[in-house]
């Protein structure tokens, strides 16, 4: 399995990004979708999910803000991040649930 993650960047409070994860190594139709973050000194927290059929799920700090979506012909998970706080800033990881990729640094700051 290969999970690559791109599109982090520093970015101003209030600001926009999106995050691609390219997937390879799995049938990737098969498996449910996720990005995780790991901020400085804290615990690696689930941020969204989306499952085969496309059902979604979001941490309560990101509801209404990210949006997570999947393309299964480009084997690609992207996740766009609206509305971008400090508290935003970590590394994001595109996960299977049982695999991560290397991640992508996401910073939000003026």
């Given amino acids: 399995v290969q999970l ?28 449910d ?5 790991q901020a400085p000194g804290k615990e690696r927290e689930l941020v969204a999910r989306i499952t085969t059929g496309g059902s979604t799920t979001y941490a309560d700090s990101v ?3 990210f949006t ?8 690609m998970v992207y996740l766009q991040l609206n509305s971008l ?18 991640g992508t640094q996401v910073t939000v700051s003026s």
């Fill in 4 to 31: 690559v993650e791109s599109g982090g960047d520093l970015v101003q409070p209030g600001g926009s990004l999106r995050l691609s994860c390219a997937a390879s190594g799995i049938i990737f139709s098969f498996y």
């Fill in 33 to 37: 979708m996720g990005w995780d973050r």
């Fill in 63 to 65: 509801k209404g803000r």
């Fill in 68 to 75: 997570i979506s999947r393309d299964n012909v480009k084997k």
């Fill in 85 to 102: 706080s400090p508290e935003d800033t970590a590394v994001y990881y595109c996960t299977t649930g049982t695999d991560w990729g290397q």
